[in-house]
């Protein structure tokens, strides 16, 4: 099962930072793209951002361009998001999760299970 443990969520002002975290469980990252989540209240859930595992390119939805960095760190088996900046439209439920390939770029396809996912809240 291609399943990761999601944490760094939290409640947070406008124009606040958090840094995200999600470790695999079972297996080993370097070898899948992993891509990051989102599900606000009342909406579906949406892709945030992803990375490759063979040259770490990366793809940013235009709502988090130029906010948040997608990151990894093989050694530790674990992928991050720096989100920058957030706004309150940004506050949702974050998963993590391994996501397709094509030509070795990533995609926003999640394969396997849905993690608990962690809570970002972004409010005054």
């Known amino acids: 099962q291609l399943q990761f443990v999601e944490s760094g969520g939290g409640l947070v002002q406008p124009g606040g930072s958090l840094r995200l975290s999600c470790a695999a469980s079972?297996?080993?990252?370097?070898?899948?793209?992993i891509g990051w989540f989102r599900q606000a209240p009342g909406k579906e859930r949406e892709g945030v951002s992803c990375?490759?595992?063979?040259?770490?390119?990366?793809y940013y939805a235009d709502s988090v361009k130029g906010r948040f960095t997608i990151s990894r760190d093989t050694d530790k088996n674990t992928g991050f998001l720096q989100m920058n900046n957030l706004k309150p439209e940004d506050t949702g439920v974050y998963y993590c999760?391994?996501?397709?390939?094509?030509?070795?770029?990533?995609?926003?396809?999640?394969?396997?299970?849905w993690g608990q996912g962690t809570q970002v809240t972004v409010s005054s």
């Open positions: 079972g297996f080993t990252l370097d070898s899948y793209a």
């Open positions: 999760k391994v996501v397709t390939t094509i030509q070795g770029l990533c995609t926003l396809t999640g394969v396997g299970s």
């Open positions: 990375i490759s595992n063979t040259d770490s390119s990366t």
